[in-house]
């Protein structure tokens, strides 16, 4: 992010004219989109983070009262 910054400058004190204002609105765009995907991605793993843990949650609560009454029942044959 620095470097692209850096690059800017400098192409905007050695090169002047409309060029180096183009380049200095494409680095900001560049820069917006990386900070968006960034954030996009941190969001996508949060939520599936969640997910995961609702859903193991759910299986051992789903799975806890089946296994008592089953294993009073049918005692284990030895």
Do not use: D, K, W, Y
Not at 6 to 28: D, H, I, K
């Amino acid at each position: 992010m620095v470097v692209v910054v850096m690059l800017a400058l400098v192409v905007v004190v050695f090169g002047g004219g409309g060029s180096a204002v183009m380049v200095v609105v494409l680095v900001v765009v560049v820069m917006v989109v990386v900070v968006i995907a960034v954030m996009v991605v941190v969001v996508v793993v949060v939520i599936a983070v969640m997910v995961v843990v609702v859903l193991v949650v759910e299986n051992h609560s789903q799975l806890q009262p089946p296994l008592e009454p089953s294993r009073c029942g049918h005692p284990v044959p030895t």
